[in-house]
């Protein structure tokens, strides 16, 4: 395995790890010299958090600026973008978590609401059945993206991406690349 391999599943793929295999992994990150803070990650995707820990990390993720715009002017939060595209029989549909300042936030779902009720509704029967549900989901996660604390969005993405979080050490550059990467 590469390096990166190794890094990946440190970082991504230990939930439930039996413990024999957390042991070969943590090994191979001492032969290989990688940061030991791969192995924090390791721990990290194996615990529960209490809401204020959960709370406390995102609060970190909420002072980087915008890996949409760059600005800085607002604390970040996360959205969930719903898009419905539809053709004839073929309807696809996504959802999408966002981490963002709340002006890009607001944007993404505005941009997601235009392209569903263009492109949604032409499919039968979800399309039909789909764009006014998807549609309804974006502006009840717009209304999220103005809170003043971490929303839920963002509480469950610094959840999810916890290991990485935790392996990146405070580093802005690799905290933004967590952000930018999409990962579900
Ligand atoms: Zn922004």
Known sequence: MSDTEI???????????RPEVAD??????NKRKLSTKLLEG???QNTTYELDELTQYAETLRNLPCPNCGLKNDKLNGTVIHTVKSFVIFTTSERRPKVACPTCLDKMNENAISSTA???WWGIPWGLIKTPIYIYRN?????????QQANKTLL????????EIIAANGENEKLLEILKSEKY
Do not use: M, P
């Not at 070969?24 to 990150?29: A, D, G, P």
């Open 156 to 163: 469950a993405f610094t959840a999810h991406r916890i290991g």
């Open 139 to 147: 502006l009840k996660s717009k209304k999220e993206n103005k809170e």
């Open 7 to 17: 890094i990946r599943i440190a970082t991504q793929d230990a939930v439930g790890l």
């Open 118 to 120: 263009l492109l949604g």
């Open 42 to 44: 390791v721990v990290a």
């Open 24 to 29: 070969i992994l943590r090994s191979e990150i």
